[in-house]
């Protein structure tokens, strides 16, 4: 219904000079099949990469981990957000369409050990940023 996008940075540490690539996602909303089209036609794009080089990949999967999206990109990558976390919609509209599940996800390869992962679900300042929490992961760089 709507064009999604992708985004792939491919990025330098300034001091160990290690490459890795950051890939940003939202994916279609309304149609389960739809999203597992999306996921294969990016995981064409990443395997390459993450075969070489670390990777990280994050966005609004609007799927949660019992989709079969998910679970087609869970083969290859490890997920940073736990079922715990709860839903990652703001308002009730997430914990009843996705059973209270997150449905944004963080992706990452081998390279890299997971340390932490938050769900940011107070308002800055009065005012949350999207109708989404933020998610942050800590990760160190292992090579």
């Given at each position: 219904?709507?064009?999604?996008?992708?985004?792939?940075?491919?990025?330098?540490?300034?001091?160990?000079?290690?490459?890795?690539?950051?890939?940003?996602?939202?994916?279609?909303?309304?149609?389960?099949?739809?999203?597992?089209?999306?996921?294969?036609?990016?995981?064409?794009?990443?395997?390459?990469?993450?075969?070489?080089?670390p990777l990280l990949c994050a966005g609004?999967?609007?799927?949660?981990?019992?989709?079969?999206?998910?679970?087609?990109?869970?083969?290859?990558?490890?997920?940073?957000?736990?079922?715990?976390?709860?839903?990652?919609?703001?308002?009730?509209?997430?914990?009843?369409?996705?059973?209270?599940?997150?449905?944004?996800?963080?992706?990452?390869?081998?390279?890299?050990?997971?340390?932490?992962?938050?769900?940011?679900?107070?308002?800055?300042?009065?005012?949350?940023?999207?109708?989404?929490?933020?998610?942050?992961?800590?990760?160190?760089?292992?090579?």
């Amino acid at each position: 219904m709507y064009p999604r996008i992708v985004t792939i940075a491919k990025l330098e540490d300034k001091i160990d000079k290690h490459i890795f690539y950051f890939c940003s996602i939202h994916l279609d909303h309304l149609f389960p099949f739809v999203r597992k089209q999306q996921i294969e036609i990016l995981l064409q794009q990443l395997l390459p990469l993450s075969t070489h080089y670390p990777l990280l990949c994050a966005g609004d999967f609007n799927a949660n981990r019992k989709e079969e999206s998910i679970q087609l990109i869970s083969k290859h990558y490890q997920d940073a957000v736990e079922d715990s976390l709860g839903s990652t919609l703001l308002g009730k509209i997430g914990s009843k369409r996705y059973q209270n599940y997150p449905i944004d996800h963080i992706f990452y390869t081998s390279h890299f050990q997971l340390l932490d992962t938050k769900k940011i679900d107070t308002p800055f300042e009065g005012i949350y940023p999207s109708d989404h929490y933020p998610l942050l992961a800590k990760v160190n760089l292992i090579l």
